[in-house]
């Protein structure tokens, strides 16, 4: 017989999904992974401490956290990583910071000879006279 855990994504969800349990007395995290992208661990709320406990992972398998047993009578909630905490961005000084005037590119039409300008300095373009 397949014994199944259920997870959920917190403890008072109404949505519990039954997880399989494989032979090695395993629970895959590629399939908690799945279920609930992000998720990093699991963990259960211990009925005799009421105490959140985490379950062990070990080579990518979550081992059974109570002397090598899974108990069907407790809900595990996956763990998510803590969203990294905005930092208000000050200026360093009271200077206003302004942006720089456009530069005004003459019409193409308008320039007698085609050139291009490299760091402030012009190179015109010169067509070769000899033939190949």
């Known amino acids: 017989m397949t014994m199944n855990i259920y997870v959920a994504q917190d403890i008072d969800s109404n949505d519990v999904l039954q997880v399989a349990v494989r032979a090695d007395n395993s629970v895959s995290y590629e399939t908690i992974k799945a279920i609930f992208p992000g ?26 956290p109570h002397d090598g047993t899974w108990h069907s009578d407790i809900i595990y909630v996956p763990v998510f990583p803590a969203p990294a905490p905005s930092i208000p961005i000050q200026a360093a000084s009271s200077i206003p910071i302004q942006a720089a005037p456009s530069i005004p590119i003459p019409d193409a039409s308008s320039t007698p000879t085609p050139s291009v300008s490299i760091c402030a300095k012009t190179f015109p373009f010169v067509k070769s006279q000899e033939k190949v």
């Open 39 to 64: 998720a990093t661990i699991l963990k259960y709320k211990d009925p005799n401490t009421n105490v959140w406990t985490c379950v062990e992972l070990v080579n990518d398998n979550f081992k059974p």
